[in-house]
């Protein structure tokens, strides 16, 4: 009896998956404990003010992190941890759908192409448009 048991290449594909979406996490909690504690021990509490330069509003995702790049310098490294882990939690699904994309094109499963491809536009423009 045959099983249906994907080949060598899904499996491997799968793992990289897995192990892309378990670093980005991981690495987003890590830059964000971080943060939290350089916060508390540079300012004794975890009343983070409500700078307008903090916020996306009325700007897209990436044009948030190239400012954040940009006021580099003016922004305190406590926050930049905690922004930093912000932008590597959004950014994981979004690499995702990319491998995914790359990976099914290069196996020249089109079928698949045309829906991460869907997906890839849905994912940018969410990040784009405000």
């Known amino acids: ?31 964000e404990v971080i943060g939290v504690v350089m916060f508390y021990h540079a300012y004794g509490n975890l009343n983070i003010s409500q700078q307008p330069g903090m916020f996306i509003k009325g700007h897209d995702f990436f044009s948030f992190i190239y400012r954040q790049i940009q006021n580099r310098s003016t922004t305190t490294p406590t926050l930049l941890f905690m922004i930093a882990g912000i932008v590597v939690l959004i950014l994981t699904p979004y690499i995702r759908v990319i491998a995914s994309f790359l990976y099914f094109s290069w196996q020249k499963n089109w079928k698949y192409v045309i829906f991460t491809l869907f997906v890839l536009i849905v994912v940018m423009l969410s990040l784009t448009l405000h």
């Open 1 to 31: 009896m045959k099983t249906n048991r994907p080949d060598n290449s899904e499996d491997k594909f799968e793992k990289v998956i897995s192990y892309l979406l378990m670093t980005g996490v991981v690495l987003s909690i890590m830059l």
